[in-house]
């Protein structure tokens, strides 16, 4: 057997069970009966719902419908075939239904009183499909994915502003006296072209302390022989990545701070890598430090003191000649 014949079998199956639904606000609704002409011909047919006290629904007789014990309920609503005797199509129609017309119909066929036929038809009439699910669907539904959508946007974007911070940034520390420290920055990047590689430092004094262009070092004054690079920087190393690293020889405390390798394709900025430097003080110094500190301190206050005051002279005397000016 197909699926195909069997989803149709189901369903038939799941619509007999059903029996016939509508919603709320159909124009009609039909209960189909169909008997052998045999049986029909010149007989009574009566469609009643048992469920209420007034149980008849539409009644046919030979001579024609008979309204008389009728339902108020189904007054004007029910119809059945002008020949339905005749034809022994017995379907009754049912205009307008409503919630409370749901339940279970009854068509029984008799003649002089004898049950000939009969069956059940089960009615079951939904209320008219509210209106608040098509506004979750249509409006509700296009919001909810928009604000997944742009959260989930965030989320990644914030993820790669993480990652690519974590890439950038890197944090070296060293204790003062050691050989030499790295300054590392590397890059998978594509160096052909016009290449110019810059360190920088941007703390305490913002300053360039290296540059490699045109193929050749280019070391600046104050850090000539502290700062080294690599031979043909430009140049892929083992795993592939091309090391613009510098080295700083013996590292002193007041070298922390900030270096920025800033490479340069074509004059454009293309790669940027921040290492943060601490250089720790040796232990003796760190000793003779906390010693002197108290004493230290002191004096940094009496001349932050001093700095004042002149600077307030500084500033009274401006202010004379400001007002001389005038
Ligand atoms: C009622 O009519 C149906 C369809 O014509 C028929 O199959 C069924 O046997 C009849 N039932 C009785 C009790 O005569
Ligand atoms: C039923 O139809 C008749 C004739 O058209 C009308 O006079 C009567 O008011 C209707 N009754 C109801 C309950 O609609
Ligand atoms: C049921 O009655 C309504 C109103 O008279 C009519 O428009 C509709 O066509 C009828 N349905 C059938 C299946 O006869």
């Known amino acids: 057997m197909n699926l195909g014949l069997l989803l149709l079998i189901l369903l038939k199956v799941s619509q007999d069970a059903l029996g016939v639904q509508v919603y709320e606000g159909e124009e009609s609704v039909l209960l189909r009966f169909e008997v052998d002409v045999s049986v029909s011909v010149r007989s009574t047919v009566v469609w009643s719902r048992e ?15 008979d309204y008389g014990d009728q339902n108020k309920l189904y007054t004007n609503r029910t119809s059945m075939r002008a020949d339905a005797l005749q034809t022994g199509d017995l379907s009754l129609n049912l205009t307008k239904p409503a919630v409370g017309d749901s339940g279970t119909y009854t068509c029984t066929v008799r003649r002089r009183g004898q049950l000939l036929n009969t069956t059940e038809v089960e009615l079951l009439v939904k209320a008219p499909f509210p209106v608040w699910p098509w506004i979750v669907a249509g409006v509700m539904a296009p919001l909810l994915l928009l604000a997944v959508s742009v959260g989930l946007i965030i989320s990644l974007a914030n993820k790669a502003m993480k990652d690519r911070l974590r890439d950038q940034l890197r944090v070296v520390e060293v204790a003062e006296g050691t050989e030499s420290v790295e300054l590392t920055c590397t890059t998978k990047a594509d160096l052909t072209g016009q290449i110019q590689v810059e360190w920088r430092r941007s703390v ?3 300053m360039v302390i290296h540059i490699y262009k ?7 004054q104050g850090y000539e022989g502290r700062i080294e690079m690599k031979n043909e920087p430009l140049t892929e190393s083992s795993i592939g990545q091309k090391d ?3 080295t700083l020889k013996k590292p002193r405390v007041d070298d922390g701070g900030v270096y920025i390798c800033t490479v340069y394709k074509n004059g454009e900025i293309m790669r940027q890598k921040i ?3 601490c250089v720790r003080e040796t232990w003796i110094k760190t000793i003779r430090g906390s010693c002197c500190a108290k004493k230290a301190a002191a004096e940094q206050r009496a001349k932050a003191g001093r700095r004042k005051k002149e600077e307030g002279e500084a500033t009274e005397a401006q202010t004379l000649t400001t007002e001389q000016s005038v």
């Open 51 to 65: 469920d209420l006290k007034q149980e008849k629904v539409h009644v046919r007789q030979a001579s024609g419908d």
């Open 214 to 220: 045109d193929n050749s070092n280019q070391p600046v």
């Open 244 to 246: 613009l690293s510098l």
């Open 275 to 277: 290492v943060v430097l």
């Open 204 to 206: 305490p004094k913002y």
